[in-house]
């Protein structure tokens, strides 16, 4: 039912890949509107736990905003394409399922603000992480400037974001932008492992994790308090009972996600 998305569910994880290779995976609205429905699937489906976002190919990740989409546009339908984009990534960041970014090439522009938007980061060994928007005399629009800054700091995200040039994957992993480089055959198992053993977690204290990091980019939050106030509803939870009883019992707990 997705023109631009491929999803496999497999041991409750859900692969996501994005499936433009011709265009190398680059967000046109299509793909933003598949994307923003496959994570309401991702909240809703009781069968999901986690997700994988990826791109079909070997060549690219997503290679950023679909460009020839660009032309044209006024400042209002700008504003609205960037609204818009943020809205749907903002849906991925705050997903209570963890979802991580397989990145399997480029990821530039709308394709590094999308991987930056998941929980975190595998590149493959050819990955290449970029926001080349000045370039095109432009900024990202979907939290780049934002994410960028969280993620390497204010001075290797400025530098990247007005050089507009690219960084190896190598660079990424001493940046800390993404947290393993593996070969391309080993990219999905390596994030298929990962979060095999985070599925085996409370899922109500990994949304817990989840709220709590987010809220302290949120200057709407303190972030200490959000982390008191997940913290004490952990407790209104049968899997907190669980895990200390299983703790106490020395026995591996069981957790029902309530
Ligand atoms: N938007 C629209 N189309 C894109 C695209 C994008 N962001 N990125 C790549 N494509 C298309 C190309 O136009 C080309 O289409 P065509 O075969 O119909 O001409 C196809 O994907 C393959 O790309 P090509 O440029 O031929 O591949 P390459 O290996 O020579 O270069 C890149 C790869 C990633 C360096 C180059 O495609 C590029 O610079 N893309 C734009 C990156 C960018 O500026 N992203 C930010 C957008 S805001």
Redesign the pocket.
Known sequence: MYTTLVKTLENNILTITVNRP???N?LNQQVMQDLNAVMDEVYQNQSIKSAIITGAGA??FV??????EFVGATKEQGIALAQKGQNIFFKIENSPKPIVAAVNG?A????CELAMSCHFRIASENAKFGQ??V??G?IPGYGGTQRLVQLVGKGRALELLMAGNMIDAATALQYGLVNYVVSQEELLPKAIGILQTINTKAPLALKGCIIAANAIFDEKQNGYATEVNEFGKCFETLDMIEGTSAFLEKRKPNFKGC
């Open positions: 011709d265009k190398l680059a060549k690219s290679a950023g905003a679909d460009i020839s480029f530039l522009g709308g394709g080349p928007e370039n095109l432009l």
